[in-house]
């Protein structure tokens, strides 16, 4: 299992809560996941061929949908699989910020191109705090229904204190770059 991908993972965690088509699983990635994981349908749909190769889940065809939809359900392997996974170390946690890059070789462009990447990272994150800032208050209020919210809720709480920090960083940053002009 060392080799295994991350992809299969993800995706097996996806369908360990409902039975998903390939396009659900990449909505979700660009939604529900997408401020820890992202992924491409170019490495989607081949990890979904995988799965059901190696019996890690089943494909059926969606007979009441006019588009014949391929719908995946994890199986007991599948899950077997999920949760041996689970339990091994992580191997890599990274940060990578195409923004952070830019302003690590600041010295080769303006104060005021240091500061536009600044505002439209502030601005990007400005934007998404509030799904999470909602989805906190949903969760809240469903912890009891299902043992999965708190799950989900501690890595939205992790998200709303890393991206407040953002902000905070942001302002600063700012302040003092506008010192240096």
């Known amino acids: ?44 749909y081949p990890a979904l061929n995988d799965l059901v190769n190696r019996g890690l889940a089943i494909k059926k065809e ?19 699989y999920l949760k041996k996974w689970l339990t091994l170390p992580i191997e890599k946690d990274e940060l990578r910020y195409e923004t952070l890059l830019k302003l690590f070789f600041g010295n080769e462009q303006s104060v005021e191109q240091a500061l536009f990447h600044i505002e439209a990272f502030e601005k990007k994150i400005e934007k998404e705090l509030p799904y999470l800032l909602n989805a906190e208050e949903t969760l809240n209020k469903n912890l009891n229904n299902d043992i999965a919210h708190k799950y989900y809720l501690l890595t939205v709480e992790f998200g709303i204190k890393t991206y407040r920090t953002y902000l905070e960083w942001c302002k600063e940053a700012k302040d003092f770059l506008s010192d240096e002009g």
Do not use: P
């Open 1 to 44: 299992m060392a080799n295994e991908k991350k992809i299969d993972c993800v995706i097996l965690g996806l369908l360990s809560h409902e039975e998903l088509t390939g396009y659900e699983i990449k909505k979700r990635m660009d939604t529900t996941l997408k401020y820890f994981w992202s992924a491409s349908y170019g490495s989607i």
């Open 62 to 80: 969606d007979t009441e949908s006019k588009r014949n939809k391929q719908i995946y359900t994890i199986t007991k392997e599948g899950r077997d």
